[in-house]
């Protein structure tokens, strides 16, 4: 049995890396380094030995003659402030990824119920659905893509006997446009069910945003476009981050009305592949607060921007990356960081 003291500015970064880790272990405890530091750590009681601890650079600066700190391992979230510890165990590059994490940290904890079996795959935040809600979400999207595709089918047959003058055309194609929608939301939710595959798959990010930035253009929707190279190869499903991307996008072109401006970046970087998505609104704000469950995120966001989100966490627990969205000075930034894959494709080409 284990225990960790995660000791981090609050903030989307610390909810998303104590979610990844609360599974692994039998109590977490999440706090900021301030003058209740000591307070906080009285009144929770006490831990489950080995105790570890997980510091972030800007919270340790304050922390090296802290008595609760000796005798147990430490780690060191960034690089680029000095810290000095007797048991630092290894610092990590920001933006840090949670898998790289847990696999530093597991040979300083005690295994959670026994040996932990080869097969379990990772463990998953409160957006992405256990096995049972994932089995139930696959099987309802593909009982309701069967009447929407016979429903589309319909529309298309009807739509060969109108020109494009003619009046009833235009309803038509807004009628199918809607009915693609609701297919693209089904796909989504069928991803959400569907456990990941052992060997992380390969996607091209720049090729994912290009046809996304097609789209944007054929709606005349205003948006810079930032592209670092032809390629962008990511550890991560296409089918997944392709979904989700292409929601999002969806969500803010129907709220296009409160869209003041639209910046999107997407380059290597030498943490991984970074997407950094920053608009002068609020529409992606509702995420920047934690959301208990997918269920609790729908009813305060869309649910194509909900949904959105949860793909984005899903990819990021499943492929080992980072996700987070903050709000600051009338600013809401997305931030997505993915493993590089360009390497690994390089060699197998």
Sequence with gaps: MSSIILIHPPGPDRDALASFLRSEVDE?????AGDGLRDELTHAGG?????????HEESAAG????????????????????VEF??????FDIPYFPADILDALRPSLTPRGGPRRASAGPPHGTLVPDAST???????AHGLKNPLAGADGWLQLLAQGHGPEDPAARPLKQVRNELQRLAT???AMALLGTQPVANAAYADLAALLAARRREADAEAFPIEWHIDGSKLMVCADAAVLDTALKLLFSSFCDERTRVRELTLTAQHTAHGVVLVLQEESDLLKPLAQRAQSLAALLRDVRPPRALAWALLVKTAEDCGGAVAVTHHDGHTTLQLTLRNAQTAVEATE
Excluded: Y
């Design 28 to 32: 977490l405890l999440a706090v900021s």
């Design 47 to 55: 831990f489950t030995e080995p105790l570890v601890f997980i510091l």
């Design 63 to 82: 922390l090296g003659s802290a008595g609760f700190l000796r005798d147990h391992p430490i780690f060191v979230l960034g690089r680029q402030r000095s």
């Design 86 to 91: 007797p048991e630092l165990r290894q610092r």
């Design 134 to 140: 994932g089995d139930l979400l696959r099987s309802l």
């Design 185 to 187: 939301m089904l796909h």
